[in-house]
């Protein structure tokens, strides 16, 4: 599997060498809700995932809904932007009981499997074929799941991460998600906001917590963390393997962070996104080496992992109605079509989608 460790390790960043895009990124597609012009909290998008052959995406958030798109609906050929509404491109919903905060694609499923984590401090899985649930997990006292993830390998093990303190993983083969670990990251029983596996055979899986602080265990022996990511002023948001030997990061301090796997030293911290208090989102396009994200100032970000500023931004349409909190960008998640395309789709704290469409420039434009 080609990714980005591959072929261009960061090195430390140079003072004279400028970002640059090489890149050119356009608005293809947004989409929206007619029956509800302005701007409300109830349809705030928390997350956005792409299924294993990222042919189709969900959304979830505050509107205890499922959507499910399939991306050609989305990215019609069209000579302008296209402005399309989300009843008319969404294949179907399902219906959740309680919000949502996290998604995830269940592997070994065909895309058949999707794990939540709600509000209500509950996991759970729908079967999208049937649309309707097929298992249920509540052991974090009814804190908020913030964070769901599954292990690559075989068996497949899940992770979630909670208001109450803990990292648990678990079975989904047993009824009810048999507990096989739980660790408490941080002495103070911080939140833990974000928990992933590591995607390329290594035995972690990482956890980022409000105690400023990420932690990676290894799944054989959770006991204490293997390694401490610490830099972030505030609390640590979300986390993302990045390769086989580095992880980002994304926290309140309006920082994303780059870090070596291997003895937990900061490689590379991205500043320009305004990150205070919400979570706006973290992606990462690992064979492009492209990092994007959100920002309260409701624009989509899109950083080079060569440096430390954005290479390109783009501003949210401004949809809330006077007088009202101005919105922010709320999720984003990217999707590889080839070489040298891809795909990146932005949700908004007002349930604004945004499609866009990337492509590389040839050398003599770079």
Known sequence: MSNFHDHQQPQAETT???ARCEWDFNLRTTVSSSSSPNATVSD?????EFDPSDSVFATGGIARKIRIYNIKSVLVDHPVVAVLDHSKVCDYYICTPAKLS???WKPGTSGRVLGSGDYDGVVMEYDLEKKVPIFERDEHGGRRVWSVDYSKGDPVLGASGSDDGTMQMWDPRCDGGKCVSTVQPSASRSAVCCVEFHPFGSSLVAAGCADKKAYAYDVRKMVDPVLVFDGHGKTVTYIR???VDTLVTAGTDGCLKLWNVNDSRVIRTYKGHVNNRNFVGLSVWRHGGLLGCGS???QVFVYDV????????HDFEPVAAAGSERGFVSS??????????????AGGSDGLLHVFVGKKKP???Q
Do not use: Q
């Open 16 to 18: 004279n060498e400028r």
């Open 44 to 48: 705030s998008i928390g997350v956005i």
């Open 102 to 104: 996290s998604l995830k």
């Open 241 to 243: 393997f990045l390769d």
């Open 296 to 298: 309260e100032t409701n």
């Open 306 to 313: 060569r440096w430390g500023k954005p290479v390109w931004v």
């Open 332 to 345: 984003v998640c990217w999707r590889r079509v080839s070489e040298d395309e891809c795909t990146l789709v």
């Open 363 to 365: 050398l003599s434009a």
